[in-house]
T-cell receptor, first 112, second 113 residues
Framework: GNSVTQMEGPVTLSEEAFLTINCTYT??????LFWYVQYPGEGLQLLLK?????DKGSNKGFEATYRKETTSFHLEKGSVQVSDSAVYFC???????????FGTGTRLQVFP | DTAVSQTPKYLVTQMGNDKSIKCEQN?????MYWYKQDSKKFLKIMFS???????INETVPNRFSPKSPDKAHLNLHINSLELGDSAVYFC????????????FGPGTRLTVL
């Protein structure tokens, strides 16, 4: 079946620290991969995506590379800000049905 | 202009009642979705519609009935509300397709007492 596994949170960092949030997936075909972010009290916003192996998605200083050999799509940022505090969701669209399958979400807390 | 809007934002009701949540998108998308987010933040697809036609019904109880009067609207009606229905419900839309971005509404927090 199709599933997404994310690291447990919360992840607590000081401002300007390096961020990695791990995401691995299981899929029967060739999924598209997404990172969504949910700020407190808001809906989900797309952060970045990658649609085929070795693609790198990037936005607002965040990056993730679609690694088919390790079935991973880890999210990284070189220097986090307090405003990055949110819940981050890794997701896949398997393609056989048009739906997003989400990981459990990882809460990021950044302190000044 | 809000891309995907939902009403109401908050809904508090008693067990056994019937309630509806409305969703509208002004992006011109063909596909709309309902997702449920539980208290642990876990998100799961409930339904999707493409151009008013039901495409996905993800083993949701019959008490939940989506209705799409046109491709810009997808409403969710819930009969005989139960405590376990308490959650945040998100509407989303996309052009449809594996690589297309789904755009989410702000969510409706439903609390069943």
């Amino acid at each position: 079946g199709n599933s997404v596994t994310q690291m447990e949170g919360p992840v607590t960092l000081s401002e300007e620290a390096f961020l990695t949030i791990n995401c691995t997936y299981t899929a029967t075909g060739y999924p598209s991969l997404f990172w969504y972010v949910q700020y407190p009290g808001e809906g989900l916003q797309l952060l970045l995506k990658a649609t085929k192996a070795d693609d790198k998605g990037s936005n607002k200083g965040f990056e993730a590379t679609y690694r088919k050999e390790t079935t991973s799509f880890h999210l990284e940022k070189g220097s986090v800000q307090v405003s990055d505090s949110a819940v981050y969701f890794c997701a896949l669209n398997p393609g056989d049905t048009d739906k997003l399958i989400f990981g459990t979400g990882t809460r990021l807390q950044v302190f000044p | 202009d809000t891309a995907v809007s939902q009403t109401p934002k908050y809904l508090v009701t008693q067990m056994g009642n019937d309630k509806s949540i409305k969703c509208e998108q002004n992006l011109g998308h063909d596909t709309m979705y309902w997702y449920k987010q539980d208290s642990k933040k876990f998100l799961k697809i409930m339904f999707s519609y493409n151009n008013k036609e039901l495409i996905i019904n993800e083993t949701v109880p019959n008490r939940f009935s989506p209705k799409s009067p046109d491709k810009a609207h997808l409403n969710l009606h819930i009969n005989s509300l139960e405590l376990g229905d308490s959650a945040v419900y998100f509407c989303a839309s996309s052009q449809g397709g594996q690589s297309d971005t789904q755009y989410f509404g702000p969510g409706t927090r439903l609390t069943v007492l």
